[in-house]
């Protein structure tokens, strides 16, 4: 495996379901970002991880609660979801925080959500 | 509120042909970034430019950056079909108490090639 995956591709879910998507990247990169892309609005950033830790959240709604038990994994663990939350959610890494650096996020291909 | 705006949002051209994208944003910065992403599949960096007057190749694309214009254009020379895909540009903008620390996305422009 290479670069950033992410599972699963495809997930439908009711609104009362509990479920949570997964990001691994093979990199070695120190930081890890969730971001959630919906038609015709522009990408929206999540949240952001530097070393383990929850550096930035975007006043996300605690219906997403993310997790980075390392600096090579990280979840999005999701309950009560709304079918307004049905977009594709990608995750990212970068060598070091991005605005810090001049660093490129590397983008996984997502996970194509739909809340029924 | 900081903003960037691509133009044309959608666009289809023939094989062959040159065009341009614009990215033009709200606020300064001075670094952006130009992704591509294809149906299905994740977005890939293109092009990170630094300074003003920064330009960049890649085989058919060419992007440059006018920082006092605010202004990235990436231009497309001689098109194939290989290019159809999305193309983002992002920007970063420069710290003070207002910007929150992120990158800005554009909307993306949607480029059909045809034969």
């Known amino acids: 495996e290479t670069g950033v995956t992410q599972t699963p591709r495809h997930l439908v879910m009711g609104m009362t379901n509990k479920k949570s998507l997964k990001c691994e990247q093979h990199?070695?990169?120190?930081?890890m970002y969730w971001y959630k892309q919906s038609a015709k609005k522009p990408l929206e950033l999540m949240f952001v991880?530097?070393?383990?830790?929850?550096?930035e959240n975007n006043s996300v709604p605690s219906r997403f609660s993310p997790e980075c038990p390392n600096s090579s994994h990280l979840f999005l663990h999701l309950h009560t979801l709304q079918p307004e939350d049905s977009a594709l959610y990608l995750c990212?890494?970068?060598?070091?925080?991005?605005?810090?650096?001049?660093?490129?996020?590397?983008f996984g291909s997502g996970t194509q959500l739909s809340v029924l | 509120e900081l903003k960037v705006e691509q133009n044309p949002l959608f666009l289809s051209m023939q094989e062959g042909k040159n065009y341009t994208i614009y990215c033009n944003y709200s606020?300064?910065?001075?670094?952006l970034y130009w992704y591509r992403q294809d149906p299905g599949k994740s977005l890939e960096s293109l092009f990170v430019l630094l300074s003003n007057g920064a330009v960049k190749q890649e085989g058919r694309l060419m992007a440059s950056l006018d920082t006092k214009a605010r202004l990235s254009t990436l231009h497309i020379t001689a098109a194939v079909h290989d290019l159809s895909a999305t193309y983002f540009c992002a920007v970063v903008p420069q710290y003070n108490a207002g910007n929150n620390r992120k990158l800005i996305w554009g909307l993306g422009t949607s480029l059909a090639v045809n034969p």
């Open positions: 606020t300064t910065s001075d670094r």
């Open positions: 990199l070695g990169h120190n930081a």
């Open positions: 990212a890494s970068s060598q070091a925080i991005l605005w810090a650096t001049n660093e490129k996020l590397f």
């Open positions: 991880y530097s070393l383990e830790e929850r550096v």
